[in-house]
């Protein structure tokens, strides 16, 4: 039974991945399921054994980036230290978590509109509390000096089309290294923010 439940995990897995570089590529609406189980050399019946339908796999992969964003964000709120400080966190950990799955992580920017009802709602809620954490970070911030003041559902737009952008562009094999990209990303973040000093966040 170990067994059966481990090589069914396994599959699934590869259902996930395989999925993903097709949604990324061609998109979730133009994406079949015979179109990923012939990617898999499974027969499209053979998919229903391990999947309910296609938009469980898409829900599959936007849910575990979404708890990947939260966690990273969890990470930077439990920090101590300024406003800039926890920013910073919150900025190199979204940057992490696009750094570790591209693939997913656009999946997860563009195609998460695709769901339906209840799945939809959920990721939209999601959404919404974690920009939220992000202005009440720049308010804090405004509020104890660190940041001068501004329009804090601006700045966290800004600041959070920009870090979901790099999942569009961004390749391993690039010339832009993650740390690279980390760096360059948090220092235009606290610009944004329009931090007094930028050595106030180090």
């Given at each position: 039974?170990?067994?059966?439940?481990?090589?069914?995990e396994t599959?699934?897995?590869?259902?996930?991945?395989?999925?993903?570089?097709?949604?990324?590529?061609?998109?979730?609406?133009?994406?079949?399921?015979?179109e990923?189980?012939?990617?898999?050399?499974?027969?499209?019946?053979?998919?229903?054994?391990?999947?309910?339908?296609?938009?469980?796999?898409?829900?599959?992969?936007?849910?575990?980036?979404a708890?990947?964003?939260?966690?990273?964000?969890?990470?930077?709120a439990?920090?101590e230290?300024?406003?800039?400080?926890?920013?910073?966190?919150?900025?190199?950990?979204?940057?992490?978590?696009?750094?570790?799955d591209?693939?997913?992580?656009?999946?997860?920017?563009?195609?998460?509109?695709?769901?339906?009802?209840?799945?939809?709602?959920?990721?939209?809620?999601?959404?919404?509390?974690?920009?939220?954490?992000?202005?009440?970070?720049?308010?804090?911030g405004?509020?104890?000096?660190?940041?001068?003041?501004?329009?804090?559902?601006?700045?966290?737009t800004?600041?959070?089309?920009?870090?979901?952008?790099?999942?569009?562009?961004?390749?391993?094999?690039?010339?832009?290294?993650?740390?690279?990209i980390?760096?360059?990303?948090?220092?235009?973040?606290?610009?944004?923010?329009?931090?007094?000093?930028?050595?106030?966040?180090?």
């Amino acid at each position: 039974m170990l067994g059966d439940s481990s090589l069914t995990e396994t599959r699934r897995v590869q259902i996930d991945d395989v999925a993903t570089a097709l949604f990324r590529e061609r998109g979730y609406a133009a994406t079949s399921v015979r179109e990923i189980a012939r990617a898999l050399d499974l027969r499209g019946a053979s998919l229903y054994a391990h999947v309910a339908s296609k938009e469980d796999v898409l829900w599959s992969i936007v849910d575990r980036t979404a708890a990947r964003f939260e966690d990273a964000a969890d990470a930077a709120a439990r920090a101590e230290g300024s406003a800039a400080g926890r920013l910073t966190g919150l900025v190199r950990g979204h940057v992490g978590v696009i750094m570790e799955d591209p693939g997913a992580a656009v999946v997860f920017v563009h195609e998460w509109r695709q769901l339906n009802g209840r799945r939809r709602a959920d990721v939209l809620a999601r959404r919404d509390r974690y920009e939220a954490r992000v202005r009440d970070l720049i308010r804090a911030g405004v509020d104890s000096g660190e940041f001068e003041p501004g329009d804090p559902v601006l700045t966290a737009t800004f600041i959070l089309s920009a870090l979901n952008g790099i999942a569009t562009w961004y390749r391993p094999d690039g010339r832009s290294s993650p740390e690279m990209i980390a760096d360059t990303y948090t220092n235009l973040a606290l610009r944004a923010a329009r931090v007094a000093s930028l050595e106030e966040a180090r």
